[in-house]
T-cell receptor, first 115, second 114 residues
């Protein structure tokens, strides 16, 4: 049973480009969370999705950031027109249908570097 | 809103020595508390959690933590540290056991010396 898979592991973008980060949850998991980790900081919640629905996006910046979790395929975190301040590690976590915090599993993250 | 404070940014201990990592939380009701470990280049792994019941909880890798409501603390302990314990440790709080987002502290980096 593969864990939470995130790709790419490292992503380099120039200012103004788009970044697309992918997260495949564990098998049987229908809940996905995205967190961002800035240097020397803890993880900050961004968005919580279930299949085809955004449940809580209270942590998402109002502009340039979007997330989706389609019926088929991975969850995507999309950052348009990236800026240097977007450089961070982005972690995805998933939980099963029974959906409790004690069954939350994290991926290894995507390190985004904006030049 | 809830918050988590980890007062120690970096701690160095000798292999075989005991360890205590501090965590204080701010939340008005009963918190749900977690400790995660992050090895370099890896995701977070759950060490242990407190939801209710016995305030001393046992986790994986020989770790334990004690919930003290009067001190709003949830400190992580290990009696004898191994070199492989060197990592970043995060304390987190949630307002329920369900699908509420975790609020993380800034982490404590643990270095282990011979």
């Amino acid at each position: 049973n593969a864990g939470v898979m995130q790709n790419p592991r490292h992503l380099v973008r120039r200012r103004g480009q788009e970044a697309r980060l992918r997260c495949s949850p564990m098998k049987g998991h229908s809940h996905v969370y995205w967190y961002r980790q800035l240097p020397e900081e803890g993880l900050k919640f961004m968005v919580y999705l279930q299949k085809e629905n955004i449940i809580d996006e209270s942590g998402m910046p109002k502009e340039r950031f979007s997330a989706e979790f389609p019926k088929e395929g991975p969850s995507i975190l999309r950052i348009q027109q990236v800026v240097r301040g977007d450089s961070a590690a982005y972690f995805c976590a998933s939980s099963p249908r029974s959906s409790t915090n004690e069954k939350l599993f994290f991926g290894s993250g995507t390190q985004l570097s904006v030049l | 809103a809830q918050s988590v404070t980890q007062p120690d940014i970096h701690i160095t201990v000798s292999e075989g020595a005991s360890l205590e990592l501090r965590c204080n939380y701010s939340y008005g009701a009963t918190p749900y508390l977690f400790w995660y470990v992050q090895s370099p280049g890896q995701g977070l792994q759950l060490l242990l959690k407190y939801f209710s019941g016995d305030t001393l909880v046992q986790g994986i890798k020989g770790f334990e933590a004690e919930f003290k409501r009067s001190q709003s603390s949830f400190n992580l302990r290990k009696p004898s540290v191994h070199w492989s314990d060197a990592a970043e440790y995060f304390c987190a709080v949630a307002t329920s056991s369900g699908n509420t987002p975790l609020v993380f502290g800034k982490g404590t980096r643990l270095s282990v010396i011979a």
